[in-house]
């Protein structure tokens, strides 16, 4: 007589599968424990509570729909003051454009502006120039046997790129990325207490840093978007502290899209190129192919692997009973590799060319997706022609974490 698979048994089962996820091996290959989760079908109860959603049609059903909400700062509150959602960090995040619902996502946005072709034309020659600086570097440390692409590149390029816009001082750079990667917990699966406090302390330094650089920059205004920001929400917020707040929420906003996944992005591109000989020989004869290749790397390995949305109203999903307010947690990473969307999802297909949930979809669609693009492009481009051919030393080492993903080295020497 065969076993009964029960609530309780399903349950246990979905945690363990999680706790490997955090293991090494899972963040090495978190896909082989998509494949298991997505074989319960495409939703599932979460152990936690929520669903688990694992289809691509229907995670892209939830962002392309206007029934499904942000965690905002009323659902958050709504969760209790013992929850992870109390946290500063959580509440704090709850208040950046990309944690806003409408209207208030509306206004917000709008008064952010866009990356339109004139700004990204303008910030690609920065770009260009600071791709030709840091793969210089890499080359000179590659001479004398390996290099850290990942540090010297990946991390690197972003912050640059971004602080270069916001008319942030280099000296502050490196801190800026440190607190970056330490708030990141507060957006995280299941934070734990002690990720939660790290993403705390990050969050208050950052709130400290972009509010004197607000102040200062509307004591001193200059030819930079804080500045234009500060105008736009003088004449939309009448109480200065408050417009000086709005002001800081884009300014945070911006450098923390910017900077977590956009780098990871770039380490996962240079990871799909070095670790395959045959890849770089057939770009460097196809350089028509850059553009596929980035969004290649975008659907096989995506920065951000869980995207989180709450239903605005009771709802049905996929067959299962959704209740207004109830959390559902898009497993992007799995929904990628969906084989019902994409013929042999696990393959690196550079020609595929594929749609993908990376950047979200609807009225959240990342709001710097072309600067991401026109990074990674220019990146790989470049690394393919100025660079002889590179190959990889060792398997990266992964942070242990499941919604954001982030390669803490990519050692590659020449081949």
Known sequence: MGSVTTPSTDRRATIS???????????????????ELRARGAVSPAPWGGLLVTGYSTCEQILRGGNWLEPDTRWREQQGARTRWSAPSAREISR???ALNPPEHTRVRRSAGTFDRGTVERI?????????????????????GEADFAALVSEELPVATIGDWLGLPSADWARLRELTHEQVFTQELLPNASQLARSDAAMAE??????????????????????????????????????????YFLALFVLLAALETTSTLLSTMALRLVEDPDRWTRLTH???????????SLRHDPPTHVI??????????????????????LMVGAAHRDPERFPGPDLFDMQRNPSHLAFSWGIHYCLGAPLARLEAQTLLRHTITRLPRLTLVRRPAYAPRVAFRRLLNLDVALA
């Open 286 to 296: 196809q350089p028509d192919l850059v553009p596929s290749f980035v969004e290649e």
């Open 206 to 247: 950052l709130r400290s840093y972009f509010l004197d650089l607000v102040r200062e920059r509307r004591r001193r205004p200059g030819d930079d978007p804080v500045s234009r920001w500060t105008d736009t929400w003088d004449q939309l917020e009448p109480d200065q502290d408050k417009a000086d707040e709005a002001v």
């Open 17 to 35: 599968l999680f706790s490997r996820l955090r293991t090494a091996d899972g963040q090495a290959d978190p896909f082989p424990f998509y494949e």
């Open 96 to 98: 950046t454009l990309p």
């Open 124 to 144: 690609g020659s920065r770009v260009t120039r600071v791709v030709d600086r840091l793969l210089g570097t890499l080359y000179e440390r590659i001479q004398a």
């Open 308 to 329: 989180s949305r709450v239903a605005a109203q009771d709802t049905f999903l996929a067959g299962t009973e959704v209740a207004a307010g109830e959390m559902v947690h």
